[in-house]
């Protein structure tokens, strides 16, 4: 179990230019901390940014005082000033990957009518996903009422997944379709068709 010592000192030793190194006694031992270990960490990063900038921006704000008790409960009062604040603020990696993935086949889950609607609710890979729809001629045969749509229609087009590491570390996913080429209806009279046969 890590104590509220050790926390206040983990944070003095974040907050600080000391070494890059930190080593905390736990009951199972000592663990030794790499500064680098935290540079990687986004949340953690954005959670400085934040307390660096306000500090910062503010015109009332002169330094912040960092206040703990050491292994022999004695009380330390460190003072970190504006101009070492401004040094742990970091820019945060745009972790932004880009694949396009061509000629695919996606399924209609849900209708879409409008042209305005560009949100489709499609099934690919076995999953319902939204996907953005970025296909400017293709929309516009929608709005002209040349072409309409049911559940069960496919289209083949070309998508691009958009992957992004969030704060926490986690990866969102987000689908754009940026071409659509076909539209074959008689993919849904088909798929009909065999459902009957195993029914």
Same mark, same amino acid.
């Given at each position: $179990?890590?104590?509220k010592? @050790?926390? /206040?000192q983990l944070i003095?030793?974040?907050?600080? *230019?000391g070494?890059?190194t930190?080593?905390v006694?736990?009951?199972t031992g000592?663990?030794?901390i790499?500064? *680098? #270990?935290?540079? !990687?960490?986004? /949340?953690?990063?954005?959670?400085?940014?934040?307390? /660096?900038?306000?500090?910062?921006?503010s015109d009332?704000?002169?330094n $912040?005082?960092?206040?703990?008790?050491? *292994?022999?409960h004695? #009380?330390?009062?460190?003072?970190i000033? !504006? +101009?070492? $604040? =401004?040094?742990?603020i970091?820019?945060i990696?745009d972790?932004?990957?880009c694949?396009?993935?061509?000629r695919?086949? @996606?399924q209609i889950v849900?209708p879409?009518l409008?042209a305005?609607? @560009?949100?489709?609710?499609v099934?690919?890979?076995g999953k @319902?996903?939204p996907? +953005? $729809?970025?296909?400017i001629a293709f929309l516009?045969? &929608?709005d002209h009422r040349?072409?309409s749509?049911?559940k069960g229609?496919v289209?083949?087009c070309?998508?691009?997944?958009?992957? =992004?590491?969030e704060?926490?570390g986690?990866v +969102?996913q987000?689908y754009? &379709?940026t +071409?659509v080429y076909?539209w074959?209806?008689?993919?849904r009279?088909?798929?009909?068709k #065999?459902q009957?046969l195993f029914e």
């Amino acid at each position: $179990m890590v104590t509220k010592e @050790v926390i /206040a000192q983990l944070i003095f030793w974040l907050f600080t *230019a000391g070494s890059d190194t930190y080593t905390v006694q736990t009951q199972t031992g000592p663990v030794t901390i790499q500064r *680098a #270990e935290f540079d !990687k960490n986004k /949340a953690l990063q954005d959670s400085v940014n934040k307390i /660096a900038s306000t500090v910062v921006n503010s015109d009332k704000i002169t330094n $912040m005082s960092l206040c703990y008790k050491d *292994a022999n409960h004695q #009380e330390v009062t460190i003072q970190i000033n !504006k +101009k070492q $604040m =401004t040094g742990l603020i970091k820019e945060i990696d745009d972790s932004t990957s880009c694949y396009d993935i061509p000629r695919v086949t @996606v399924q209609i889950v849900s209708p879409t009518l409008e042209a305005k609607s @560009v949100q489709w609710k499609v099934r690919y890979e076995g999953k @319902v996903r939204p996907m +953005k $729809m970025n296909d400017i001629a293709f929309l516009t045969l &929608i709005d002209h009422r040349d072409i309409s749509f049911r559940k069960g229609d496919v289209l083949i087009c070309d998508i691009q997944l958009l992957e =992004t590491i969030e704060l926490d570390g986690s990866v +969102k996913q987000k689908y754009i &379709i940026t +071409k659509v080429y076909d539209w074959p209806h008689y993919h849904r009279l088909e798929e009909t068709k #065999e459902q009957d046969l195993f029914e």
